[in-house]
């Protein structure tokens, strides 16, 4: 199973999560990235991250959102021009306020964030699938994707990767993609699995309308969180 981006609507989440029933001695959960900004409950959504992925067959990926926030703190506010208008402003308000009652946690989280990989790759009865938080630069291998396509690719990607592994990926919100042919009555904040083997999970957690949503990948069956 995959979540797709949560952008601190820990509410959200907490409803789709709960639908799913998730068992880590039977099923294998992967979150794609994007935990904070644009939310009011970020570091709820962070420190739910953090602890979840400590668990059996979990893995959580980086986001471009926690790129963006590592960079800020650790060189010295240089990514201040990108994070805080993007959402950030919320997650540093909050981190701030935590602060004065837990010094230790942004040491923490940016751990936490530093730990996490760009890619998990996995296989199963000799399919190969890929779980990414942006997606892929379609004429690279997977060996030689860069930083900068994994995290914030996002026409290339979908509109031209043409592999034979089963690419996951958020990012990039379903409602922003217009109509697509074949899919032109689709629900523009339900997730999307195209022809060329591209599934998107982000669903637009952040919009009013949007939700946060969890696909059983191999079966194609999906979660979402509540209206």
């Known amino acids: 199973m995959a979540i797709g981006d949560i952008h601190g609507n820990f509410k959200r989440l907490s409803s789709v999560f709960n639908k799913i029933n998730f068992d880590s001695e039977k099923d294998f959960l992967i979150l794609l990235g994007d935990y904070v900004d644009r939310g009011d409950e970020n570091l709820h959504c962070l420190q739910w991250a953090m602890k979840i992925s400590e668990m059996k067959n979990v893995v959580a990926l980086r ?23 993007n959402g950030g402003n919320r997650t540093k308000a909050e981190i701030d306020e935590w602060d004065k009652h837990d010094p230790s946690f942004l040491k923490q ?57 089963e690419v996951v990926a958020g990012h990039t919100p379903t409602a922003y993609l217009g109509e697509i042919p074949g899919l032109e009555k689709r629900d523009p904040y339900a997730p999307i699995r195209l022809p060329n083997k591209i599934t998107l999970l982000d669903t637009g957690s952040f919009l009013p309308q949007g939700r946060i949503s969890c696909m059983d990948i191999l079966t194609g069956e999906f979660w979402q969180s509540d209206d």
Request: aromatic share 22%; proline share 4%.
């Open 63 to 85: 986001g471009n959102h926690e790129q963006m926030m590592l960079f800020y703190y650790l060189l010295g506010n240089f990514e201040s021009t990108i994070w805080l208008p």
């Open 109 to 165: 989280a940016l751990k936490f964030i530093y730990n996490r990989p760009f890619y998990h790759q996995m296989f199963v009865d000799g399919q190969e699938y890929i779980f990414v938080h942006a997606g892929l630069n379609p004429y690279k291998s997977l060996e030689d994707q860069d930083e900068e396509s994994l995290l914030w690719i996002r026409e290339k990607f979908y509109n031209y990767y043409s592999g034979t592994a």
